[in-house]
DNA sequence: CCACTGAGTGAATACGTATTCATACGAGGG
DNA sequence: CCCTCGTATGAATACGTATTCACTCAGTGG
């Protein structure tokens, strides 16, 4: 490995200099300045990152939390944070929860070296925060909160959920069903909180039913069988709006004239044409990833201080073929 | 910062020793173990990965490279790859390549210090060898080859284009329209031609049409607008496979009576029911990028020798409701 | 001609850990 | 009882860079 004082050895300097020419040029003489940078060349020196990371205390790594990327939300989120870090110069370590043990992710959180942490979708979090609040790095929350503590910028989950219920009350239901992914996920907790909420004067019938997307099929099911059987289904996220979608159309079912469909998140998926899948989500302006990593880079830059507080965005509705026929 | 040098006097033994506590337990007496790690517990001691790293040369890092994480092809890579990758106990540092400009996220390549490159599905990465020759780190070509020098594991893309051929063949079609893609990326190239070579006997009229996913619009609406359109569309990809469903269903025709569509890829969204794209892919008990992961540690762990050399995998049809009537 | 300034540079040091080398000590064999 | 050997530990060193401190030297004002 080619390191500083090689490069210093051949351009008849002292390795403070090499080091000043990569980080202070303006202090170094044009001349010396110059045989330095030919030597940097000609030799193809890189400075080393751990000691650089290490006597300067800064990594440049941005480490990134989230849910697995077969989920297009969370594939979505992940490629809009990587690539603001990426712009701003910094590398992203990726850390992807693992749905059969949640927690053990946050192990990392220990251990990284990254100057500052976003959290994404993630099934789990709630146990996160004391590890964020130990390692002393500067963290976010971007979609979805962290709970009380977390700093988090994202969609007003309690208002979507009255949002959907607003919405679904024009199309006059008798029985909706809510489809509601993993219980332990605050988020999708906060938007059944605002539905059912909002609901509770209308009067109508609700029907809840709960699970990971692979074991969500057989409670489906099992709703569907019913002889008062929903004419209207919530989705606490759009990828269980498409599962209903599959679901009803494998069983023989209109949409939306048997029954319509609504998804919460409005991903990118749900506005394809294929799907239409009516959808809550942000405005389509809004740019959730880049807020909440200007925050980010803002608690960095100021050593943790300053910028704290949450963000909470309110939804709109995106009315599709799934609630609405033309 | 707490540093193994605090553990030390906490514990009342040298630094040596709470390093060897962390290294080699089984060298240090069990008395003193026990206190070093007692006191390792009392002040939440952990390692400084930088100055790990800076001595033992080993960072516990692997980059991975992939393309836009809004495909879910790369999505669906990158998920893989980082699982693997925590699971043998790497931090994985992923790097997405801007569209934009494409050749840019090879600098990195320069910069990083990990142990092991991935390189995942690309727009542009011929000039990438380059780097990765020069960088000296081990590095593996998942899913398409990086020309002649690169070593890859993946889909053998020449079969797959003569697969397709063969098999759309049995729809007797008189027009097929090639839905191609980024014309620049080396694995569409491949099925492309492994595509036209096998069809030239048959005598089948071939139109070709490429663009990125966001301009292919244009064009494809051009080629259905000849008076000859195609009566089979073959997409390079299953995205563009997608989009060519999209369209259909939003100009009228039926697929598969009026337009049979086929993809390649095989990705898990083709499978959904809603869509029930027909496409090549790798048999389904083949993984990939477990597959390259496996060879890329094979690497690592040899200091970069053994284990070199490809590994083409012959895909196989899944046919679906696009190219099929039941 | 001298004191002073400021720019440019090198020597030395610090960052936190792994490892080598040396040392102390207890056990075992003669 | 002495020598040897092995085990357990500490002191010292190295990794590659950034930064502080001290030094030189040319230029300036008195």
């Known amino acids: 490995m080619v390191s500083s004082v090689d ?14 020419v990569l980080n202070n040029p303006e202090k170094v003489n044009a001349p010396t300045l110059e045989k330095v940078k030919a030597a940097i060349q000609q030799l193809n020196y890189r400075p080393n990152a751990a000691a650089r990371s290490l006597i300067s205390r800064k990594s440049g790594i941005i480490a990134l939390f989230c849910g697995q990327l077969d989920e297009p939300d969370n594939a979505e989120f ?14 992203v370590e990726i850390h992807i929860q693992n749905p059969d043990k949640p927690e053990s992710v946050f192990d990392a959180i220990l251990d990284t070296q990254a100057e500052g942490i976003m959290m994404g979708p993630l099934i789990i979090k709630g146990t ?20 009380q503590e977390g700093i988090t910028v994202g969609m007003d989950n309690h208002a979507a959920g009255k ?25 999708l907790q906060e938007r059944y909180q605002g539905f059912v909420e909002a609901m509770k004067e209308s009067g109508v019938r609700i029907v809840k039913v709960t699970g990971d997307l692979e074991d969500i ?15 209207v289904i919530v989705a606490a996220t759009d990828s269980f709006g498409i599962f209903a979608l599959d679901f009803l159309y494998d069983y023989g079912y209109a949409v939306p004239e048997d029954v319509a469909v609504l998804g919460i998140g409005n991903s990118r998926q749900s506005a394809m044409n294929y799907l239409s ?15 909440a990593f200007d925050r980010l880079s803002a608690m960095i830059e100021n050593n943790g201080q300053g910028s704290r507080g949450s963000a909470d965005v309110n939804p709109v509705v995106y009315e599709r073929r799934t609630t609405k026929t033309y």
């Open 217 to 231: 099929e057989l409670p489906f099911t099992a709703m569907m069988a019913q002889k008062q059987r929903p004419d």
């Open 163 to 187: 949002l959907a219920a607003e919405y679904i009350s024009s199309l006059e239901p008798e029985t909706v069903g809510w489809l509601g992914g993993d219980p332990s996920d605050l988020r």
């Open 7 to 20: 490069v210093a050895k051949l351009a008849g300097v002292s390795q403070a200099t090499v080091s000043r």
């Open 128 to 147: 996160a925060v004391e590890y964020l609040k130990t390692s002393g790095i500067p963290y976010i929350f971007c979609g979805s909160g962290g709970g």
């Open 277 to 291: 899948l009516s959808s809550i989500g942000l405005p389509d302006d809004m740019d959730m990833v880049a807020e």
């Open 78 to 91: 992940a490629n809009k944070a990587v690539m603001n870090a990426q712009q701003k110069g910094y590398t």
